[in-house]
Nanobody, 120 residues
Framework: QVQLVESGGGLVQAGGSLRLSCAASGRTFSNYAMGWFRQTPGEEREFVAKIGRNAGVTSHASSVKGRFTISRDNAKSTVYLQMNSLKPEDTAVYYC?????????????WGQGTQVTVAS
C-alpha cells in the first residue's frame, strides 16, 4: 500500500492562498489516481478535486472550480492542491486519498488530514 502524509494547512485570511501537499511513500505513486477531500465537523466528507495517474485528467468540484487547482509531481511522489481566493466556507480538514481507478467513487487509502482555517 501507499502511505499518505498531508502538509501545508494553516490559518489564512479570506482572499489569501495556501498550497497543500500530500507526500506518498510505499508503492509506486504513479500507479494511483489521487484526490483531495475536505470535511467539517458534523458534515460528510466532500470531494474537492482529483487527478489521473499521469495528470492527464483532472476534475474539480464546482464549489472550488476556478480557485483551486490540483496537480502532481510523480518524480516527487507528491500531489498538490493550490488554493487561491480562499473563503471562510473553505475552512475544513483536508485529506488526500489514493485509488488505482480514477473513476472510482470511493477511495481506499487516506492521509491523516491537515486543517485549513480561513478567517473572515
Amino acid at each position: 500500500q501507499v502511505q499518505l502524509v498531508e502538509s501545508g494547512g494553516g490559518l489564512v485570511q479570506a482572499g489569501g492562498s495556501l498550497r497543500l501537499s500530500c507526500a506518498a511513500s510505499g508503492r509506486t505513486f504513479s500507479n494511483y489516481a489521487m484526490g483531495w477531500f475536505r470535511q467539517t465537523p458534523g458534515e460528510e466528507r466532500e470531494f474537492v478535486a482529483k487527478i489521473g495517474r499521469n495528470a492527464g485528467v483532472t476534475s474539480h468540484a464546482s464549489s472550488v472550480k476556478g480557485r483551486f487547482t490540483i496537480s502532481r509531481d510523480n518524480a516527487k511522489s507528491t500531489v498538490y492542491l493550490q488554493m487561491n481566493s480562499l473563503k471562510p466556507e473553505d475552512t475544513a480538514v483536508y485529506y488526500c486519498a489514493a485509488n488505482t481507478d480514477y473513476y472510482a467513487k470511493t477511495y481506499a487509502l487516506w492521509g491523516q488530514g491537515t486543517q485549513v482555517t480561513v478567517a473572515s
